[in-house]
């Protein structure tokens, strides 16, 4: 199964990091690890995306794990507009990208 | 520019209409994608578009026909649709190894 695993829900407060897992432990060695992140009636907002070593961006960090079977999502320091399902995709190449169930985070102000 | 626009943002029709979503993008993308999102699910890739010509049909009912008439145009015709596919459709269109950048959508409503 190419999908990811990830929580259904979260909540994090205001201000404070959160970290977002995903397991993909059959991901083949050229699929990229991809996060999007989708608002409320919004369309997927692209946020990171990573093939072996840990990479940061002004929206967040990604660190993918040794074996690349999973992978956290970083946000250094949550605001309310953070809320939101956020989807950890392998993307297969051939422009594919399947999206799994995704996390929906809340974040307490 | 580096957005995607899509009309109309809400849709309202009948099952035996003929309707047409439309998708633009002026990033030089040479891949545009069709998804659909019903309500509480994630995105369902339906087709995509490389370099103007079909690459990916996820078995989608003959209902739906994409067309690309350019680089930077992607319609969704639809035709003889049931109340089923009342959806959220989104479009995305990417760099032909990059990552899809998504449009806000078309929400429709079939009747």
């Known amino acids: 199964d190419a999908k990811t695993t990830q929580p259904n829900s979260m909540e994090s407060n205001e201000e404070e990091p959160v970290h977002l897992p995903c397991n993909h432990s059959t991901i083949s060695g050229t699929d990229y690890i991809h996060w999007y992140r989708q608002l409320p009636s919004q369309g997927p907002e692209y946020v990171i995306h990573?093939?072996?070593s840990n990479v940061n961006n002004r929206m967040a960090s990604l660190a993918i794990a040794e074996d690349r079977k999973s992978s956290t999502l970083i946000l250094h320091r949550a605001t309310l507009r953070d809320a939101a399902v956020y989807y950890c995709?392998?993307?297969?190449?051939?422009?594919?990208?399947?999206f799994g169930q995704g996390t929906r985070l809340t974040i307490n102000p | 520019d580096t957005e995607v626009t899509q009309t109309p943002k809400h849709l309202v029709m009948g099952m035996t209409n003929k309707k047409s979503l439309k998708c633009e993008q002026h990033?030089?993308?040479?891949?545009m994608y069709w998804y659909k999102q019903k309500a509480k699910k994630p995105p369902e890739l339906m087709f995509v578009y490389s370099y103007e010509k079909l690459s990916i049909n996820e078995s989608v009912p003959s209902r739906f026909s994409p067309e690309c008439p350019n680089s930077s145009l992607l319609n969704l015709h639809l035709h003889a649709l049931q109340p089923e596919d009342s959806a959220l459709y989104l479009c995305?269109?990417?760099?032909?190894?990059?990552?899809?950048?998504f449009g806000p959508g078309t929400r429709l409503t079939v009747l």
């Open positions: 990573g093939l072996t």
């Open positions: 990033m030089g993308h040479r891949a």
């Open positions: 995305a269109s990417s760099r032909t190894a990059g990552s899809p950048f």
């Open positions: 995709i392998r993307f297969q190449g051939a422009q594919k990208l399947v």
